[in-house]
């Protein structure tokens, strides 16, 4: 049975062979104890977002635990259930599936095979043979609007969102309270790609919400994004943030910070469970106390913000920590949302 969750989606230059749609997994190998496989979504590897981040895990797992490590990649949707499969079919000790549009088939394989562990990221799914594991984004992404708030000239900032699900909309809900906790009045335009694979639509509507004055605008659209990152690159005083791995580096100086979702720590805390022979199973959910989530360290754009104004984060990074503020996770909670007197 199948849980959704709100929940979405890296980085660094991909190492070693992949296979692609439903060709048998090319292993990764370094003589290890424990196998571990993995199927990403149809962004892939090279994403410099979820899929790379998920993949950094099993790297760290390769490196940490001398595992054997293998990955196929999802061409289109319909893939899923047949890489899922193809791993099932094979002694892996852990199979990790990449996103909540696995949710179904991961539900489905998972009980075609019961004597098989799975994980799925960023989705729940109620089988004794899987991990879910799942982040509170919305408390990064609070973070991403304080730091929003504070950089913008126009008091127009902005989000864009690859899928218009409840997993995307705890970004926008976190972020958007996270900028009126400094400022109730600024301006916050949402829109959203339709995919997380479409470059060419990504940076049209960025240049849509650039022309609508938003001079910080905070990405969460997976390759999607990377349009909308070009889109900004080339404009004068505007802001991206990025998400889920550290992108500062992608356009130094032009990327405020990233709100890194660190899904290779779910993935690596995963294989180090199997790799005990234990069967991870149920609900791990992680945030900003598990060091999982938060901001990346303004490498290039220190001078965008005041001392006073990085402290104001580290407290309120606090406060979120130990339960003082609650940042939402729906538009329903965002209606609701009062900036909180510390």
Do not use: W
């Amino acid at each position: 049975m199948i849980r959704r969750r709100a929940f979405v989606l890296g980085s660094t230059a991909l190492l070693g062979p992949v296979a692609a749609g439903c060709s048998h997994p090319k292993g990764i190998t370094q003589g290890g104890n424990v196998r571990l496989a993995m199927v990403t979504d149809t962004g892939g590897l090279g994403d410099q977002s979820f899929n790379d981040g998920a993949y950094r895990g099993l790297l760290d797992a390769k490196a940490q635990l001398h595992a054997d490590i293998a990955v196929l990649q999802s061409r289109s949707a319909a893939d899923y259930q047949p890489n899922l499969t193809v791993l099932a079919n094979k002694e892996y000790d852990e199979i990790f599936a990449v996103g909540f549009l696995m949710a179904r088939d991961v539900d489905e394989v998972a009980s075609r095979f019961p004597t098989r562990n799975f994980a799925i990221i960023d989705a729940i799914v109620d089988e004794p043979n899987v991990a879910s594991i799942t982040f509170r984004e919305q408390e990064g992404s609070f973070l991403a609007g304080v730091a929003a708030a504070f950089a913008t000239k126009t008091k127009t900032i902005a989000f864009i969102g690859g899928i218009d699900i409840p997993l995307l909309r705890k970004f926008e809900a976190g972020f958007a309270a996270g900028a009126r906790q400094i400022d109730p009045s600024i301006n916050v335009l949402v829109k959203y790609v339709g995919s997380f694979d479409d470059p060419a639509a990504g940076k049209e509507i960025g240049g849509v919400l650039l022309s609508q004055n938003a001079d910080v605008i905070y990405i969460a659209a997976g390759k999607a994004g990377l349009g909308a990152i070009e889109q900004i690159k080339d404009h004068a005083g505007a802001y991206a943030i990025g998400v889920d791995v550290n992108q500062d580096a992608l356009v130094p100086g032009k990327i405020l910070t990233s709100m890194v979702k660190r899904v290779d720590i779910g993935v690596l805390l995963t294989s180090k469970i199997a790799a005990t022979g234990k069967v991870p199973h149920g609900h791990i959910e992680l945030g900003l106390k598990d060091g999982a989530i938060g901001l990346t360290d303004f490498k290039y754009t220190r001078n965008a913000l005041t001392p006073a104004q990085f402290h104001e984060l580290d407290v309120l990074r606090s406060a979120i920590i130990a339960g003082k503020i609650v940042p939402p996770t729906t538009r329903e909670e965002l209606a609701t949302f009062k900036p909180v007197k510390l």
